[in-house]
């Protein structure tokens, strides 16, 4: 029995458990494919560049011939071989170089595809907490006024209100209800929307903690260089085309060393060659070179051409933010002014009769309306927040 009452009790608490970003985040680097893919990736591509740039097999080879001299039976003779290439420029060794570069660049670039994972799970965590904080406010709402419905129920049965007044509550009332309900199918979709997306296993009971949302500040500090990763790629992608010139700039190619052993019918033979490739009688060498050196004048081009142009959107996000920023604080200061001055004042007017009904559901209406502006403020805060993080390659 005591097991089986310990066993409901674990249930419950997993069924109740919050979860909250940094658990997200954590498991998300574990077990997420994405996440997985990048190290998969990193190892199919060395596997890669060593069977692209192994060293070529050597070869063996062997002949045999019937021969009938005059005058003489047919006799066998045989010829036996073997081949193998000697890299003496260290040729191979600086293609191998030039792949394990572009390797590199090409996971940093895979790596900028995280962040932008990682930022997007954070943003769908942010605007799920904020669809939380909009019910909060909404059922705060609701409640408040429920009790005061009932305060004007009553009046009515004293005929100390009309019948329209109470009808005009009640109205207002089943909208609020409304709107409670629509809030909170709006969180659990975009609840089940982050919860699905990243595979932790939840109940229809697991909730986000928010209490551990990003600060709204003005100006956003960041721990490193903007770009970091696409710079750090693009001077990977240079080295790159740096070994692959010194490749072409060698004069001496790779030799073929060859030894054979020839047994003929009186004769038999011993000897070793080696073929050496004459690149000087070609313009393959030269004209890769030219080619590379093109490819680099256009590469960093194009990428100053990229940093310019992210830059620009930067800060153009940077301007966003702080508008959302100002425009927070002011709605901050209009909240707290009619929830501790203007409020008060029409609550009271109401309940003494001193003002309509129409008059303090206005008063109400404005001050939710302002409460859910700021909300959805926030949440444009944040989008731009987290595409930004994105733009400059980092992840907070």
């Known amino acids: ?78 010829s036996l071989g073997a081949s193998t290439l000697i890299d003496l420029a260290n040729t191979r060794g600086l293609e191998l170089e030039s792949a394990d570069l572009q390797n590199e660049a090409a996971l940093l670039y895979k790596q900028k595809e995280l962040f932008r994972f990682s930022n997007e799970i954070r943003k769908l965590y942010h605007r799920g907490c904020l669809n939380k904080e909009s019910v909060k406010i909404l059922q705060t709402t609701l409640d408040a006024f429920n ?24 109205l207002e009332q089943k909208l609020l209800r409304q709107k409670v309900t629509s809030h909170k199918k709006e969180y659990e979709i975009s609840k089940e929307a982050l919860l699905n997306l990243i595979s932790i296993a939840h109940t229809s ?31 990977k992608e240079m080295q790159s085309l740096e070994k692959q010139n010194d490749r072409y700039s060698k004069i001496l190619e790779p030799v073929e060393l060859s030894v054979h052993y020839d047994d003929e019918i009186d004769t038999k033979k011993t000897g070793i060659g080696f ?13 890769s ?69 129409i008059e303090y559901l206005m008063g109400r209406q404005k001050l939710l309306e302002i409460s859910l502006e700021l909300i959805e403020t926030k949440k444009n805060y944040y989008e731009k927040l987290f595409n930004l993080y994105t733009l400059i390659e980092t992840e907070k």
């Not at 979860?19 to 574990?30: E, F, G, T, Y």
């Not at 004048?297 to 966003?320: C, I, P, S, V």
């Not at 425009?327 to 003494?352: G, H, R, V």
Request: glycine share 2%; proline share 3%; with cysteine.
């Open 205 to 235: 009971d697991t909730d986000f903690e928010c209490n551990d949302l990003a600060p709204v500040v003005s100006d956003i500090s960041i721990d490193n260089s903007p770009f970091i990763l696409s710079n750090l790629a693009f001077e």
């Open 275 to 287: 073929s050496i490739p004459l690149s000087f009688t070609s313009a393959k060498n030269e004209q």
């Open 147 to 170: 009790k005061l419905y009932r305060k004007k129920e009553k009046a009515y049965k004293f005929q100390e209100i009309s019948k329209k007044e109470l009808l005009q509550l009640q």
């Open 289 to 357: 070179r030219i080619y590379i050196l093109h490819k680099k004048e256009m590469k960093r081009l194009r990428h100053n051409g990229w940093l310019l142009e992210q830059t620009a959107l930067k800060k153009q996000l940077e301007a966003e933010i702080k508008g959302d920023f100002t425009k927070i604080n002011a709605l901050k200061e209009n909240i707290d002014t009619y929830e501790n001055t203007l409020m008060p004042l029409i609550e009271k007017s109401f309940q003494m009769g001193e003002s309509s009904v």
């Open 1 to 78: 029995m005591k097991k089986l009452l310990s066993l409901i009790f674990c249930a419950t608490l997993l069924s109740a458990q919050n979860i909250d970003l940094a658990k997200i985040i954590s498991q998300v680097r574990l077990h997420h494919p994405n996440y997985k893919a990048l190290e998969a990736e990193s190892l199919a591509l060395n596997a890669k560049i060593l069977a692209d740039y192994a060293h070529p097999a050597s070869e063996i080879s062997f002949d045999t011939t019937n021969a009938d001299p005059d005058a003489d039976k047919s006799q066998v003779e045989y």
